[in-house]
């Protein structure tokens, strides 16, 4: 793997030159990958027919609790008169408290929708603890020539990566989704990281193929992933940050410069707001998420597959009714926490100290990248021990790499 082209410092791996290693390795990580695909979630070609495509309706060990299992509106009504949970035009929604994790309603929870640029929270989260703020990197063709681009980057200009996720999470940029997912080292790792993520936060509903949320054959996410997603994303100062940016000026060039307006109109008009994100596409229709903070409760509303221009609404009618009954009404069901990383096992003592900036790759066993984390000790020996063995057989005759053609398809995307 050569070094990027780009003009800051982005904190990333790299490997060894050596090209009978990188040969071994490449096998190595087939095997891996083989036998842990969900580690890595793979972009899918896997073709979605429909606009919703919901997992097995039985299963017993529903993430968050067994009544999310359910497919229409679900929610537990206190004894007596009291605030109506009003009527939503989405096919799917959540209503939660952010700190003590109780989803106070849901309709739907679990099914799959395509995310439009909701996903760009998950992008987000993803990759602000992987890349360098204040390094800079230079915009491919590829990510200049994403349609929509919204803000405009050209090809081999270098854009701060601090800019990138103003961008990104204000005026929704989807050229600027492209490059900070590149900038991650190539978009398929950048999309690996984003995947490993969502597995990381038990968002198990969600495979993401495109950072932008643009539609893509395999994309899906739930509206309790979308809310995962969230209360990760309020953890994060940096996210918060460009989040709520009102407005900002980003340079094009140096002769041209564009204003960025935050597309999230619940900052600016419903009091308590501190963030969130929209979404749309013909195929998604209107997708939203939300968050809001009053009398020291935070509340995420998520919505999925809604009419057009009807998404900001309906987060205020949920979140209204939500600071009205929350600690009043049995939740009926819970936001779980990231996976913890595994038990240490004994060994030699290890240095405190860490790079300024880790990477998730470093992150330790617990973190997005377990595939990364567990497997490349194991993959450097045994890629080292099979390089050695192949410069000692003096064999004329080729063997085929083991993944070649004809290798079964590793999806981890589940069909309807």
Request: with cysteine; charged share 15%; net charge positive.
């Amino acid at each position: 793997m050569g070094p990027q082209k780009e003009s800051g410092r982005l904190m990333l791996d790299r490997f060894g030159p050596r090209r009978t290693v990188l040969a071994a390795a490449g096998a190595v990580v087939a095997a891996l990958t083989a036998v842990a695909p969900a580690a890595a979630a793979p972009v899918s070609t896997a073709a979605v027919s429909t606009d919703a495509v919901s997992p097995p309706p039985v299963n017993p060990a529903v993430i968050g609790g067994a009544q999310l299992a359910g497919r229409g509106v679900i929610v537990s009504h206190a004894p007596g008169p009291g605030p109506k949970l009003p009527a939503i035009k989405a096919s799917a929604w959540i209503v939660a408290d952010a700190g003590t994790g109780q989803v106070l309603a849901a309709k739907d929870p679990h099914g799959w929708f395509r995310p439009a640029s909701t996903l760009k929270v998950l992008t987000a989260i993803s990759l602000i603890p992987v890349l360098n703020p204040d390094a800079t990197t230079v915009a491919s063709r590829q990510a200049t020539s994403v349609s929509p681009n919204i803000v405009g980057l050209l090809t081999g200009h270098a854009y701060k990566i601090s800019d990138l996720f103003t961008a990104l999470l204000t005026i929704s940029a989807n050229d600027a989704a492209m490059a900070l997912a590149q900038a991650a080292g190539s978009l398929s790792q950048g999309m690996s990281v984003i995947n490993a993520e969502a597995r990381h936060l038990q968002a198990d509903d969600t495979v993401a193929v495109t950072p932008s949320g643009l539609d893509a054959p395999g994309q899906h996410t739930s509206a309790y992933d979308l809310a995962l997603f969230a209360r990760q994303a309020l953890t994060l100062p940096a996210f918060l940050k460009y989040d709520q940016t009102r407005s900002a000026t980003f340079r094009i060039s140096r002769k041209k410069s564009v204003g960025l307006y935050n597309q999230n109109s619940l900052l600016a008009t419903y009091p308590g707001a501190i963030g969130g994100k929209i979404g749309w596409t013909s195929a998604a229709a209107a997708t939203y998420v939300g968050m809001a903070k009053r009398n020291g409760h935070t509340l995420i509303v998520t919505l999925l597959h809604c009419p057009a221009l009807t998404e900001i609404n309906a987060a205020k009618s949920l979140l209204n009714w939500g600071f009205k009954v929350d600690s009043k009404i049995a939740p009926i069901g819970t936001l779980v926490g990231p996976k913890q990383p595994a038990a240490a096992t004994p060994g030699p003592a290890r240095s405190a100290a860490a790079p300024p900036r880790a990477t998730r790759a470093q992150a330790g066993p617990g973190g997005p990248s377990m595939l990364a984390t567990a497997g490349f000790s194991a993959l450097a020996l045994l890629a080292a021990g099979f390089g050695f063995a192949c410069s000692r057989r003096q064999r004329p005759a080729r063997r085929r790499a083991p993944g070649g053609p004809g290798t079964p398809d590793r999806s981890t995307v589940r069909r309807r």
